[in-house]
């Protein structure tokens, strides 16, 4: 499998708190990555910095993806070579419409302009497999949306910009039991349909039973401690975080 990402020795801060130290991960063409670990031990601060998130600063180490260095990328720029994430808490932005967004992205992304019947037949599309009202379309961005709304709203994106690699920051986070298995769907149609590779990041294992997971990381204090197959899900399941964090040092 060739390799897609490539994160070497990445230590990282925010607000002079060293928060990454010399984090490693490597990720594969089509392959399905999980990172787990107890809260505060830098998940969502290693998705976030891959994707080039202004809150922190590389202060060692590098992000290669698709073998170019992209350490100093700004987040636009890694989002035209294929990057997404999704996030825990997504933000409402008024005055634009989810549709005007999601149209507005694919064509910085492509860098061409699309008919708007084609855009709004691709759209419906992916908002049935997401059993999303049509209406949210024409709503602003995440407004007055339900939860569990919201995080469709992520996953959408997903289907609709079609990413090399897609990072998934707890986005099953607060959502009930049928919400979880719509949005698995929707992560399911993602690998068929694109192929592409996905790092998640979770708490919650009930999205992974319908995906086939291929690697799961441990990160414990900033740095990756633990690595395994599949079965490292069913063991911290099991087990807990204790094991690991005791191994830290």
Do not use: W
């Not at 590389?58 to 294929?82: C, H, L, N, Y």
């Not at 990072?167 to 698995?184: F, P, R």
């Amino acid at each position: 499998m060739a390799e897609l990402l490539k994160v070497q020795g990445l230590t990282v801060t925010a607000e002079d708190t060293e928060l990454l130290h010399g984090a490693e991960l490597t990720i594969g063409e089509g392959e399905t990555h999980v990172l787990m670990g107890p809260n505060g031990a830098g998940k969502s601060t290693l998705g976030s910095t891959i994707m080039g998130s202004p809150e922190y600063t590389v202060t060692g180490g590098s992000i290669f993806f698709d073998g170019e260095d992209i350490t100093e990328e700004s987040a636009d720029k890694r989002a035209k070579r294929g990057l997404f994430i999704s996030f825990q808490n997504p933000i409402e932005i008024g005055g634009i419409t989810l549709s005007d967004f999601m149209r507005t992205a694919l064509e910085q992304i492509t860098g061409k302009r699309i008919k708007l019947f084609d855009f709004r037949k691709r759209l419906y599309a992916a908002m049935d497999i997401l059993e999303m009202d049509h209406s949210y379309a024409d709503r602003d961005l995440n407004v007055g949306f339900s939860g569990g709304e919201k995080k469709k709203a992520e996953i959408l994106q997903l289907l609709m910009l079609r990413p090399r690699l897609a990072i998934l920051d707890e986005t099953d986070s607060g959502l009930d039991v049928d919400a979880v298995k719509t949005v698995s769907k929707g992560i399911e149609e993602y690998l068929k349909s694109c192929g592409g590779s996905l790092l998640i990041i979770t708490h919650n294992t009930k999205i992974l039973e319908a995906i086939k997971v291929d690697r799961t990381h441990i990160i414990v204090s900033g740095k990756i401690v633990a690595e395994g197959g599949a079965e490292l899900v069913d063991y911290v399941n099991e087990n807990g975080f204790e094991k690991y964090i005791g191994e830290k040092a």
